[in-house]
């Protein structure tokens, strides 16, 4: 079965919870941060079989009060099943991420720190497929950023390209950036001529 979603559908406004709270405040209460933008626009359609489902969206916007430009998710194709895949041309991390922290799926930890590092970026070139136990992927990032945290430095202007799989994966670095903690008197300029850098996976 294939559906198609009307022409230029928008939901104004649009903010989305996970069901359960998994935010800890410094009161000790939890809560569910919520994705909320003042407008998405999105150009759709989906497709269902006896695999699980299919979802391409050539058009994909999220737009924020005071901001110009929306963010874009243009191009994004998702598969769902007996294997699966994501992949897309170009991405704005912020929507993204935003999305991503809500679905329980995520280690604890993770979650916590894209809501408060809040990245930011772009990725290119996204290819992700497999199943549990068994993927692998790859994606380009350009001005990847996030904030500092108390135990944690900030960093900004990261360039490079990422491969992965369950395991961890190579990350190959270049161009200027910058880190910023309060460990530090002043932020940290870093020029990276040509690095390459392994990403294990925790606990490997």
Known sequence: MV???????????FAIGARKPWYADPDGGLRSPAAAYERVDLLGRWQVDGNGWQAHLPELHFHERGQPQPHSLDGLWLAVGEVNALEAPRLDLEPARALAMLSPRLPDGLRRWLY???PDGELRNLRV???EGD????VAV?????????RRPGLSGLHGAIAFDQD????RMRGPMRFDWSAFREPLDAEIAANQQALEKAGH
């Open 3 to 13: 559906s198609a979603l009307p022409p230029h559908t928008s939901f104004a406004p």
């Open 142 to 150: 350009d001005r990847l950023e996030w904030q500092a945290q108390e």
């Open 168 to 171: 961890g994966g190579v990350m």
């Open 135 to 138: 993927w692998s992927g790859s």
């Open 129 to 131: 497929a497999g199943r």
């Open 116 to 118: 408060e590092a809040a």
